[in-house]
């Protein structure tokens, strides 16, 4: 997961918490006619998308020859992926003018859009947004700071199939057989990770965060600050407390937010085992550095720019462009109201409750506004992919 941040559970709001949107059979991207292609418009600084490029092409030279990318049914080199990026790189340090820079990616770019919600119509995606938390903390266990985060378990195994591809992971009894890891349930209920804590947060719910978002940062008692960064799960399907809570009539899907999610389980305390005990998913985590978190593709993220997808159905090697709306926010922090953005993305991470053609999650970073816009984001949008002219080649099959 989004750092997974998924590594991501990542992460993420919607995404995190409600995992609404349906799979289905359709292509996942569309090829859009040149009579068709938007304006392709950037709200952000050039800098921080030029940033962000590099890190993707630096993550497509780190990749095996005989990679490729499936797209509309041609398989593409990854020499053509790399050419790709490479031509977006340097159109964008060779063209500061906003038209100039729309005309030459229009000229030398096909464009694809993704299908979107299959219950919704012209490619309409779910945009949501995930973060990077602060949250306080504590080395020693001492009050109010008892609920850990833990280390990865010493009896935690994971297994290739090599002739799937599939990976199994589990835990060996003391006669070597392998049986599903415990479950968040198990794990809390019975002390079963006794030793391998890594830290203590002074809130349950701030804890589950943490495990959803996939990293964060500690604010310890004298100022200092260190990062938490995923290291590996119990092998666990995720299951959404957002949509425990509304299939059962507690939240309203439109009012179903982190924030309201937190005041129902705050102003619940019979319900709170239940309510986490739900997802059975756990995340196990280390320490990290301090760079930004790192996506799925193992490139630290950039705040407005990476986001996470399904990486089934996007191509992850491509540039995106994301059209959606953001918050503006008061000097308090309040949302005043919803503004369009559009502008350029790039897919650098992955997560559990980021399935299919119809779900886009935006990296906002961390501090104030990061926290306001990924606890409250889950708007409507389209997604593009960039994917350069001229490639010839059979379809595959």
């Known amino acids: 997961m989004p750092l997974f941040i998924l590594r991501t559970f990542s992460i993420l709001l919607l995404t995190v918490f409600l995992n609404s949107c349906q799979?289905?059979?359709?292509?996942?991207?569309?090829?859009?006619?040149?009579?068709?292609?938007?304006?392709?418009?950037?709200?952000?600084?050039?800098?921080?998308?030029?940033?962000?490029?590099?890190?993707?092409?630096e993550y497509l030279e780190g990749l095996p020859p005989g990679h490729t990318a499936t797209i509309d049914n041609i398989d593409y080199p990854l020499t053509w992926l790399k050419?790709?990026?490479?031509?977006?790189?340097?159109?964008?340090e060779e063209t500061p003018d906003t038209l100039e820079l729309n005309s030459r990616i229009r000229k030398e770019f096909l464009l694809y859009q993704a299908a979107g919600r299959s219950n919704r119509k012209n490619g309409e995606m779910l945009v949501t947004g995930y973060y990077e938390p602060l949250f306080d903390g504590s080395i020693?266990?001492?009050?109010?700071?008892i609920?850990?985060?833990?280390?990865?378990?010493?009896?935690?195994?994971?297994?290739?199939?090599?002739?799937?591809?599939?990976?199994?992971?589990?835990?060996?009894d003391d006669k070597g057989a392998i049986h599903p890891y415990w479950t968040r349930?198990?794990?809390?209920?019975?002390?079963?990770?006794?030793?391998?804590?890594?830290?203590y947060l002074n809130n349950?719910?701030?804890?589950?965060?943490?495990?959803?978002?996939?990293?964060?940062?500690?604010?310890?008692?004298?100022?200092?600050?260190?990062?938490?960064?995923?290291?590996?799960?119990?092998?666990?399907?995720?299951?959404?407390?957002?949509?425990?809570?509304?299939?059962?009539g507690k939240l309203s899907l439109k009012d179903a937010s982190i924030p309201t999610i937190r005041h129902y389980y705050e102003t619940h305390p019979e319900e709170q085992r239940r309510i986490l005990?739900?997802?059975?998913?756990?995340?196990?985590?280390?320490?990290?550095?301090?760079?930004?978190?790192?996506g799925s593709?193992?490139?630290?993220?950039?705040?407005?720019?990476?986001?996470?997808?399904?990486?089934?159905?996007?191509?992850?090697?491509?540039?995106?462009?994301?059209?959606t709306e953001r918050p503006r926010v008061d000097a308090d922090g309040q949302i005043i109201d919803w503004v369009p953005t559009r502008r350029f993305v790039l897919p650098q991470d992955s997560g559990a409750a980021i399935q299919g053609p119809g779900r886009v999650d935006l990296f906002w970073g961390n501090g104030i506004y990061a926290e306001t816009a990924a606890s409250h984001m889950k708007a409507k949008g389209a997604l593009y992919f960039l994917i350069k002219k001229g490639y010839t080649s059979k379809r595959s099959q």
Not at 83 to 92: D, K, N, P, R
Not at 140 to 145: A, D, G, L, S, V
Request: charged content about 20%.
């Open 204 to 248: 349950p719910f701030d804890a589950f965060l943490l495990h959803i978002q996939g990293s964060g940062r500690i604010k310890f008692a004298d100022g200092s600050q260190k990062a938490v960064s995923f290291a590996s799960h119990n092998g666990h399907t995720y299951r959404s407390i957002g949509k425990l809570l509304v299939d059962e």
């Open 140 to 145: 020693q266990p001492k009050e109010p700071y």
């Open 23 to 57: 799979q289905d059979d359709r292509p996942p991207l569309v090829l859009v006619p040149e009579t068709a292609v938007p304006l392709l418009t950037d709200d952000m600084d050039r800098a921080s998308l030029l940033g962000c490029a590099r890190l993707q092409k």
């Open 147 to 172: 609920y850990p985060l833990y280390s990865t378990p010493k009896d935690l195994i994971s297994q290739k199939d090599i002739s799937t591809g599939a990976r199994t992971i589990g835990r060996l």
């Open 83 to 92: 050419q790709s990026m490479a031509e977006f790189i340097t159109i964008l």
């Open 297 to 323: 593709i193992g490139k630290p993220l950039t705040a407005g720019r990476s986001i996470a997808v399904d990486k089934t159905a996007f191509p992850v090697e491509l540039p995106g462009w994301l059209i």
């Open 277 to 294: 005990n739900h997802n059975p998913r756990y995340i196990f985590f280390t320490w990290g550095d301090d760079m930004p978190p790192r």
């Open 185 to 199: 349930s198990e794990i809390e209920s019975g002390n079963l990770l006794a030793g391998q804590e890594l830290v």
